[in-house]
């Protein structure tokens, strides 16, 4: 049976990386230093599907198959990979050490992958499809899956694979639960395959990695690192004054007011690009009622209508001119162009309509509104406590009254994970770059990431059979009444697809990527 999403891939598609880059041979060894306003929120793989941490945890570990800084499925662990009877087979990359000096092989793929798919990990959901783990040699892996699985290898990307004997002697055989507060030897110990061995880890303040002398890709890729010293930098000011003053020579996250100053200093560069990302509120419509609201006995969010109402009220393009620097594209959908099942038609923003807003809550019984807590971050997306800043008059306008709780990611998502919010911004990026994971995660009832409850039986009819549909066809029809159920009942009110900004020393030469993730072996920095 023809697998029309799967890629196939082999050792020789390096070349088709390096082409990518356009940086040359690798320069003389040098020591990366730069910045970001938030840390990760945990070392372990398995733990937290989280940008930053995700980031972070790539240099020190590595999984099957990845993504070059074009996002084109590329080897990594894993040389070959096919669809076969039952599942997929995968060849394994021969000669691939862990930091510790231990094999890699097979078995501590199966270990990783069962790790993966604990209750405990954040990952969980992507792998639902895998029944059973199989190694039939040393180098060879087959994953079983419940049903035909066309996008499984996409699906891997950040599914990280530790050592099997290290883990299981610190006592972390099972992922962290980062929603429990729970600490494990995992969380600031590591020990990958990767380009970066974990040399120093002070969080919140420091992380130093050396390079990997024993690396299976030495010399294969374009840099030149031979050390990496993160800081992470909350303050935008503190971020933007390190780098000019040359303390830093990255800034992954430059406060878009001040990138005009940064592109205008001597010696040094600003680059951007779209990222798959996009920025939404969630509704808890689920709940009998609010925490938060002054309405007692019924929930507002249960209503459509008010749901429709609150997209209708909230005007993206002043926030993408007023608030984003004109560095957003509004949107009415929870994914951006370039993730497969992404049409015009359903990325069109909700229309800015007050007036029809207000007639849609007094449709609802809230003709005199109602109050509500708002819960945002406030260190983890572009300008993000500034958008909720902005969201409050746009929604007082309208008669609904918001309160804000801003927050440090690090108690803001348990809150998302542990259903304890009424009214949320999150942002969602897609390494499958595939509509699937995105429904999976944040529609489907039940979905890890669901924290507004919504639950709908004909688009989780869908979700499950896309899963195992090969016909591309089908499926690409799955998806588009999937998306039309998701904007018709307004479970999330979208705001924006980020764009990413870098700011660098013109020393740097570092492809951005567009999920927004530093890749070191494409790093190469001149004296």
């Known amino acids: 049976m023809p697998f029309p999403l799967a890629r196939r891939a082999a050792a020789g598609s390096l070349a088709a990386i390096l082409a990518l880059c356009l940086l040359g041979a690798p320069a003389s060894a040098q020591t990366l230093r730069w910045s970001s306003q938030a840390d990760a929120l945990t070392l372990d793989p398995h733990a937290q599907n989280e940008g930053p941490t995700i980031a972070l945890t790539g240099m020190i570990y590595e999984a099957l198959v990845t993504r070059d800084p074009a996002m084109t499925l590329q080897p990594e662990l894993a040389t070959q990979w096919e669809p076969v009877e039952g599942g997929w087979r995968f060849r394994l990359r021969e000669g691939v050490s862990f930091h510790g000096g231990e094999s890699f092989e097979a078995q501590d793929v199966a270990f990783s992958i069962r790790r993966a798919m604990a209750p405990s990990s954040d990952w969980r959901e992507q792998l639902s499809s895998i029944v059973e783990v199989e190694t039939p040699d040393p180098l060879t892996v087959i994953l079983r899956t419940s049903g035909p699985n066309p996008i499984l290898p996409n699906q891997l990307t950040n599914v990280f694979i530790m050592d099997s004997g290290w883990a299981e002697a610190i006592g972390a055989a099972v992922p962290q639960d980062y929603a429990a507060s729970q600490e494990t030897p995992a969380v600031r110990q590591a020990n990958g395959t990767g380009p970066f061995a974990l040399e120093e880890r002070r969080p919140d ?4 990695l050396t390079a990997h002398e024993a690396w299976w890709g030495r010399g294969l890729f374009p840099g030149n690192l031979a050390r990496i010293e993160y800081r992470p930098m909350r303050n935008p000011a503190t971020r933007v004054a390190a780098l000019l003053a040359g303390d830093v020579d990255l800034v992954l996250d430059p406060p878009l007011q001040d990138l005009a100053r940064i592109r205008a200093a001597q010696g040094m560069k600003v680059t951007s690009a779209p990222q798959i990302r996009t920025i939404f509120l969630g509704m808890d419509q689920a709940s009998a009622e609010l925490r938060s609201s002054d309405v007692v006995g019924r929930n507002p969010f249960g ?3 008010v749901r429709l109402a609150i997209n209708h009220a909230i005007d993206r393009f002043a926030i993408r001119d007023h608030v984003m620097e004109g560095l957003s594209y509004p949107t009415g959908l929870l994914t951006p162009p370039g993730v497969h099942g992404v049409t015009p038609d359903i990325d069109a923003p909700y229309p800015f309509d007050p007036e029809r807003a207000r007639a849609l809550l007094a449709e609802a019984g809230y003709a005199q509104g109602f109050s509500v807590r708002l819960d945002c971050p406030n260190d983890r997306y572009n300008n993000d406590e500034e958008i909720c800043q902005a969201l409050v008059p746009m929604l007082a306008r309208v008669g609904i009254e918001v309160t804000l709780d801003l927050q440090p ?12 919010t009424d009214f949320y911004m999150l942002g969602w990026g897609t390494p499958t770059l595939d509509s699937a994971f995105v429904l999976d995660y944040l529609v489907e009832a039940g979905g890890a990431w669901n924290a507004t409850g919504f639950d709908n039986l004909r688009l989780n009819e869908l979700v499950a059979a896309m899963a195992t549909e090969t ?7 799955m998806i588009a009444e999937a998306w039309e159920i998701v904007r018709d009942q ?3 009110a979208p705001l924006h697809h980020q764009v990413i900004a870098w700011a660098t020393s013109d020393r740097v030469e570092a492809p951005i990527c567009p999920d927004d993730a530093l890749r070191p072996r494409f790093v190469v920095m001149g004296e």
């Open 205 to 208: 303040e420091l992380t130093v």
């Open 303 to 305: 209503d459509r209508r």
């Open 409 to 420: 990611r690090t108690r803001h998502f348990p809150r998302i994970q542990n259903r304890e």
């Open 471 to 477: 016909d591309l066809a089908r499926r690409d029809a």
């Open 490 to 492: 307004a479970p999330y």
